[in-house]
Nanobody, 120 residues
Framework: VQLQASGGGLVRPGGSLTLSCAASGSIYSTTVMGWYRQAPGKQRELVASITAAITTNYVDSVKGRFTISRDNAKNTVWLQMNSLKPEDTAIYYC???????????????WGQGTEVTVSS
């Protein structure tokens, strides 16, 4: 199983970016998918998550600015980021809980990270 993240880049404050992450491989089912970020010198934090039932959760600092969504059939998750601030600068990682067969428990899988820089 692999998670491939893309969409990072350099954007000015107030701008927008959309991150995407596609899971591929021998996937039986996927429960929670999410985005984490890690800024220089800080711990990794959960930014947003979404269940297969499309229940979402956001860290307070991004509420009203970021939107997480997913396509269950394509095992893909997106993070639409609007009104970006310099403090959103970080490496963003996607993650998912995936089972590879009916009898296997769900495990955590991580993407490779995509860098987001918000600067004028």
């Amino acid at each position: 199983v692999q998670l491939q993240a893309s969409g990072g880049g350099l954007v000015r404050p107030g701008g927008s970016l959309t991150l995407s992450c596609a899971a591929s491989g021998s996937i039986y089912s996927t429960t929670v998918m999410g985005w984490y970020r890690q800024a220089p010198g800080k711990q990794r934090e959960l930014v947003a998550s979404i269940t297969a039932a499309i229940t979402t959760n956001y860290v307070d600092s991004v509420k009203g600015r970021f939107t997480i969504s997913r396509d269950n059939a394509k095992n893909t998750v997106w993070l639409q980021m609007n009104s970006l601030k310099p403090e959103d600068t970080a490496i963003y990682y996607c993650a998912a809980k995936i089972s590879t067969s009916r009898t296997e428990p769900h495990q955590d899988y991580w993407g490779q990270g995509t860098e987001v820089t918000v600067s004028s």
